[in-house]
């Protein structure tokens, strides 16, 4: 079992940045595939990015690439999303999701686990 907890959202003009962060509890977070989505109001949750258990692969929606990095440190049981030039159109909840089987997962579906989300909202 793994809980996650989102941190870091919060208001922002366009062009600035934003650095997300999701704690996962558990001793077995090094071998887990984390993964951050979004969902804007009224509509349906997206992926945003994906690193697999080494950091070796990583995985970006073509909406977020060259603006978004996703990272993890395994020391401290948590992934990150740095966000820059940030655009009105990144405004969404923000969620952190886990797969056990350590991939770089796409598909929301694929995921066992997942945060409670933190809001980002950029302003024009």
């Known amino acids: 079992q793994v809980q996650l907890v989102e941190s870091g959202g919060g208001l922002v003009q366009a062009g600035g940045s934003l650095r997300l962060s999701c704690a996962a509890s558990?001793?077995?977070?090094?071998?887990?595939?984390m993964g951050w989505f979004r969902q804007a109001p009224g509509k349906e949750r997206v992926f945003v990015a994906a690193?697999?258990?080494?950091?070796?692969?990583?995985n970006y929606a073509d909406s977020v690439k060259g603006r978004f990095t996703i990272s993890r440190d395994d020391a401290k049981n948590t992934v990150y999303l740095q966000m820059n030039t940030l655009k009105p159109e990144d405004t969404a909840n923000y969620y952190c999701?886990?797969?056990?089987?350590?991939?770089?997962?796409?598909?929301?579906?694929?995921?066992?686990?997942w945060g409670q989300g933190t809001q980002v909202t950029v302003s024009s």
């Open positions: 690193i697999n258990w080494s950091g070796s692969i990583t």
């Open positions: 558990g001793r077995t977070f090094s071998s887990y595939g």
């Open positions: 999701a886990a797969d056990a089987n350590g991939r770089a997962l796409i598909r929301a579906d694929f995921y066992e686990y």
